[in-house]
């Protein structure tokens, strides 16, 4: 095993090829005023798999692929299943 970065967040775009848009999201508690915060990242990752929007991934650091992508995408942890009706209103 490496020691590479790695985390976990929710893919939000795949419009691009071969790139995804995943969102990290954190929370934490302030440590004078003792409130959690909230907090989210939003990075592009290289993705040779597949992913779908909704998709919960593992991206882990990688060398500079371009200029904002940094990242790729390791596994597909948690995939989103999407039914026929889902976004109609009647």
Not at 27 to 54: L, M, T, W
Request: glycine share 4%.
């Amino acid at each position: 095993m490496n020691n590479r970065r790695r985390m976990t967040g929710v893919v939000t775009s795949n419009k691009m090829q071969k790139t995804v848009v995943v969102e990290i999201s954190k929370n934490f508690r302030h440590p004078i005023y003792k409130k959690v915060v909230h907090s989210s990242e939003s990075v592009k990752a290289h993705d040779e798999i597949g992913c779908q929007v909704g998709d919960q991934v593992q991206i882990v650091e990688s060398r500079p692929l371009s200029k904002e992508k940094r990242w790729v995408v390791e596994s597909i942890i948690k995939q989103e299943t999407k039914t026929a009706d889902s976004g109609v209103e009647v």
